[in-house]
T-cell receptor
Framework: QQQVKQSPQSLIVQKGGIPIINCAYE??????FPWYQQFPGKGPALLIA?????SEKKEGRFTISFNKSAKQFSLHIMDSQPGDSATYFC?????????FGKGTRLSVIA | DSGVTQTPKHLITATGQRVTLRCSPR?????VYWYQQSLDQGLQFLIQ???????AKGNILERFSAQQFPDLHSELNLSSLELGDSALYFC????????????FGPGTRLTVL
């Protein structure tokens, strides 16, 4: 019930492509769904977050799509760049603490 | 830079030893969280302190303990270390006890030989 399942484990896309990372959860009490970006040797950094009262949120090239009935949410990166190469984690929370997915290693090749 | 600082950056020690990891939260943040990151388990929540008091507990082993001091910095103590404790340990902070937005530090890489 506390798990967040993330897929795929790794993803390789061409520059300009739109990588999509998916997460699924079971606990319907979760009410906050952030995405974190982590570069090698660094701590995770908050990228974008959504609450269940909206189905989509955009910040720059990053978009979260949220499907409450399916208990799924996804991250889309528009016009991906080599600098977006990092590990992405989805997470879910009902206040605190955050429950993280296992991460997706994204490589954007020029 | 998140504003959260962690020391040391790297730590190498032997099995059976005890180490202390230190975290200073962002200025004004009252909550500190500790996470363990390993290759096979991802990011696992260990424990949260809010204004000096334990607020939430996750998958923290009995060999591990933490505290938050009056100046709000926190320490994570790991004792009787085992090879499997080798991991990255992250501290995060947030403004209140119920804030979802957490800001992570750069981590401490612990290697147990």
């Amino acid at each position: 019930q506390q798990q967040v399942k993330q897929s795929p484990q790794s993803l390789i896309v061409q520059k300009g492509g739109i990588p999509i990372i998916n997460c699924a959860y079971e606990n319907t009490a979760f009410d906050y769904f952030p995405w974190y970006q982590q570069f090698p040797g660094k701590g995770p950094a908050l990228l974008i977050a959504i609450r269940p009262d909206v189905s989509e949120k955009k910040e720059g090239r990053f978009t979260i799509s949220f499907n409450k009935s399916a208990k799924q949410f996804s991250l889309h990166i528009m016009d991906s760049q080599p600098g977006d190469s990092a590990t992405y984690f989805c997470a879910a929370s009902m206040g605190t603490p955050l429950v993280f997915g296992k991460g997706t290693r994204l490589s954007v090749i020029a | 830079d998140s504003g959260v600082t962690q020391t040391p950056k790297h730590l190498i020690t032997a099995t059976g030893q005890r180490v202390t990891l230190r975290c200073s939260p962002r200025s004004g943040d009252l909550s500190v969280y500790w996470y363990q990151q390993s290759l096979d388990q991802g990011l696992q929540f260990l424990i949260q302190y809010y204004n000096g008091e334990e607020r939430a507990k996750g998958n923290i082993l009995e060999r591990f303990s933490a505290q938050q001091f009056p100046d709000l910095h926190s320490e994570l103590n790991l004792s009787s270390l085992e090879l499997g404790d080798s991991a990255l340990y992250f501290c995060a902070s947030s403004p209140t006890g119920n804030t979802d937005t957490q800001y992570f530090g750069p981590g401490t890489r612990l290697t147990v030989l």
